[in-house]
């Protein structure tokens, strides 16, 4: 394999005191999105992210790659097909990290089997010649074989349908490397504090290097502001009234052994009490429960589930699952913020009603901020901004060609151990020396909590084990980065820190 170019090489490209093309402050999915796409089109690309790559919202959704079935109750049509052409992309561009997976919605009586399975037909048809199977009724007998640990009292059948299922945080890993290939360079842990400004136009940022302390100024054609719930605050640093355009909300997860659900069907509870959907999704050998829909405007780094959140999950999966979770069972819990967009935007109601849409907006110093979304649609994102950002910054015009790309794959996707391969650093966990180092030479990993939390899933998918593996992973990235001992000893309480919020209180 090439080697990668060391975070040393990286930085130095920003001494050479050149005009960077797109400067794309945000190294979630929208940003890394955006410099994969303006990378393949040529322009030369600068991605800075303040913290890890997808640190936030990135590697806190559901995981599934979807045209949202709850969306389809509320009519938004559009938003569901251009969803599922992306599904369908991305299950042929990154086939090792988006597959299939099927659901099934149980029923109660003869009413509902009608009324969800006429809804999944229109999903289906929504999605065309879509590469995945298409919906079908189940009878009681089917519907209990596909879910074992459903209740099965009042389960009179159900509906089947597919959807995609992936590891946020690793398609995010992976356009970052694919985006390096293209050219692009990205760095993480690497705040943006301003914009340089010519008169009243934008044209580059202030930076800082989070680990040395030392200071840049960027210029750039074109700024594009991909900072998810953050983007109004980097508004601001244009414009200091800047109405907000997001209304954030808060969900939630909850991560269960798979006894709570096994097999390789997903659950979908179409209607919990208070009107939302909930899921319960096989992923990664653990059981994903989710989600809340909490409005939440003081916009944390680390946001934390609620205790009414939590309850609210536990109760709903009591009332469905044959075992009833209780909080003791929680392996690992975690919460994001969605970066919904402005009822002035997108209609009125709670955020639960809110349209998951997105919108490229151009402030008049000329900042392109990429707003709301979803991981499903970031690829139609960055074309839609990428195109409004050539377009700002006088680039020469060059067509989108994303929609072929295929995604970068690290070898054998990669964290897990596999026959034959290392030993792993803790039974319950697929994670292997090798991988640390691989994470750290060639996936950008500065700190442990990014080895754990994101370039392998172990915080999330079992905060004890993840926790047990703080020293052995402090220990390779010491070699690896050059740790002294007083600088380990602060990246381990760091991480100890930082995975605690993992664990239910
Ligand atoms: C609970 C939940 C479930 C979801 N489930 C799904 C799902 O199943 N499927 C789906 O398609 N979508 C889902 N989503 C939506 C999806 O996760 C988001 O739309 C997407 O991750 C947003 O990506 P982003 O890049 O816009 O934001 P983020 O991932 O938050 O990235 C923004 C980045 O900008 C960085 N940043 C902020 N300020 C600065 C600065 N000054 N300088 C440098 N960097 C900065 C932040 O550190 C952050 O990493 C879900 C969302 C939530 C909350």
């Given at each position: 394999m090439s080697p990668s170019p060391s975070r040393a090489e990286l930085l130095a490209r920003l001494r050479q005191g050149r005009t960077w093309d797109v400067i794309i402050i945000g190294g979630g999915a929208s940003g890394l999105g955006a410099a994969v796409d303006a990378a393949a089109r040529g322009y030369a690309t600068l991605l800075l992210e303040?913290?890890?790559?997808?640190?936030?919202t990135s590697s806190r959704s559901t995981k599934l790659i979807h045209g949202g079935v709850r969306y389809l109750r509320q009519g938004d049509l559009a938003l569901v097909r251009h969803a599922l052409l992306e599904r369908s992309r991305l299950l042929t561009n990154a086939g090792h990290l988006v597959h299939a997976r099927p659901f099934v919605i149980p029923a109660h009586n003869a009413m509902q089997r009608l009324f969800y399975g006429s809804g999944l037909k229109l999903y289906d048809l929504l999605a065309g010649a879509s590469n995945l199977p298409s919906s079908r009724l189940l009878d009681r007998r089917q519907t209990l074989a596909a879910l074992p640990g459903l209740r099965p009292q009042g389960i009179s059948g159900g509906i089947e349908y597919w959807d995609g299922q992936f590891d946020d945080a690793r398609l995010a890993i992976a356009l970052m490397r694919t985006a390096g290939h293209l050219g692009a360079t990205c760095l993480n842990y690497l705040p943006v504090g301003g914009l340089l400004k010519a008169g009243d136009k934008v044209c580059g940022v202030v930076a800082e290097d989070?680990?040395?302390g030392e200071s840049f100024e960027l210029p750039a054609r074109v700024v594009i502001n991909?900072?998810?719930?953050?983007a109004d605050a980097v508004r601001r640093f244009e414009q200091a009234g800047a109405a907000p355009v997001l209304t954030p909300s808060q969900g939630i997860h909850l991560v269960l052994d798979a006894e709570f659900l096994p097999g390789e069907t997903a659950l979908l509870?179409?209607?919990?009490?208070?009107?939302r959907v909930m899921f319960a999704i096989p992923w990664l050998g653990k059981v994903l429960l989710g989600t809340t829909d909490t409005p939440r405007d003081?916009?944390?780094?680390e946001p934390q589930p609620f205790a009414d959140e939590v309850d609210f999950l536990l109760q709903t999966a009591a009332g469905v699952l044959a075992r009833a979770p209780q909080?003791?069972?929680?392996r690992s819990a975690f919460a994001g913020l969605r970066p919904l967009l402005h009822p002035e935007h997108q209609g009125q109601g709670g955020t639960a009603s809110l349209s998951r849409e997105h919108a490229v907006l151009v402030s008049p110093g000329g900042l392109v901020t990429v707003a709301g979304g979803k991981w499903t649609t970031y690829r139609l994102m960055a074309e839609q901004v990428v195109d409004r950002a050539a377009q700002v910054g006088g680039l020469a015009p060059v067509p989108c060609t994303t929609a072929r790309l295929k995604l970068h794959a690290s070898p054998g996707e990669l964290l897990a151990t596999g026959p034959g391969q290392a030993v792993r650093l803790h039974p319950e966990l697929e994670l292997s020396q090798d991988a640390v180092r691989f994470a750290c030479r060639h996936e950008a990993a500065r700190r442990i909590e990014d080895v754990l939390a994101r370039r392998s899933r172990a915080l999330f998918l079992d905060a004890a084990a993840a926790m047990a593996c703080i020293d052995p992973v402090g220990a390779i990235l010491a070699e690896e980065l050059q740790w002294s001992a007083p600088q380990l000893a602060a990246m381990q309480a760091r991480a100890r820190q930082y995975a605690g919020q993992f664990r239910l209180g």
């Open positions: 303040r913290g890890d790559y997808a640190c936030g989070g680990e040395s991909a900072t998810g719930v953050y509870i179409p209607e919990t009490a208070d009107g003081d916009l944390p780094e909080r003791s069972d929680v």
